[in-house]
C-alpha cells in the first residue's frame, strides 16, 4: 500500500509559479511510475504530466507543455510538478498518483494509488 500526500497548492497570479510535492509514505517510490492529473469544478479529472520510475522520461498534456515540469527525488521519495506561467485555466484539484508498473499511463485507471489532493487556484 502506498500513501501519497500533495502539497504546495495555493493561490497565484496569472503569470505566477508554485511548486507541487507529491511525498509518499509506507513503501518507496523507486518502482513506480508517477503521474499528475487534475480536476476543475464541473469537469472530469484530467491528466496533466507523468514519470519514468527512473526519471528518465516524461510526458505533458499539450496544454502544459513548455510550462510545467515533472521531476522526483529518489532519496526523498518524493515527486514534483513545477508549474510556471499559470493561467487561471489551471485552476484545479491536483492529484498525484502511483503506477505499479515502471512505464507511465496518460489514464486514470492506469494508476493503482491516489494522493487527496491540492487546491491550484490561478487568478486573473
Known amino acids: 500500500q502506498v500513501q501519497l500526500v500533495e502539497s504546495g497548492g495555493g493561490l497565484v497570479q496569472a503569470g505566477g509559479s508554485l511548486r507541487l510535492s507529491c511525498a509518499a509514505s509506507r513503501r518507496t517510490l523507486r518502482a513506480y511510475a508517477m503521474g499528475w492529473f487534475r480536476q476543475a469544478p464541473g469537469k472530469e479529472r484530467e491528466f496533466v504530466a507523468a514519470i519514468s520510475w527512473s526519471g528518465s522520461s516524461t510526458y505533458y498534456a499539450d496544454s502544459v507543455k513548455g510550462r510545467f515540469t515533472v521531476s522526483r527525488d529518489s532519496a526523498k521519495n518524493t515527486v514534483y510538478l513545477q508549474m510556471n506561467s499559470l493561467k487561471p485555466e489551471d485552476t484545479a484539484v491536483y492529484y498525484c498518483?502511483?503506477?505499479?508498473?515502471?512505464?507511465?499511463?496518460?489514464?486514470?485507471?492506469?494508476?493503482?494509488?491516489w494522493g487527496q489532493g491540492t487546491q491550484v487556484t490561478v487568478s486573473s
Open positions: 498518483a502511483a503506477r505499479g508498473s515502471g512505464f507511465y499511463s496518460v489514464t486514470e485507471a492506469g494508476y493503482d494509488y
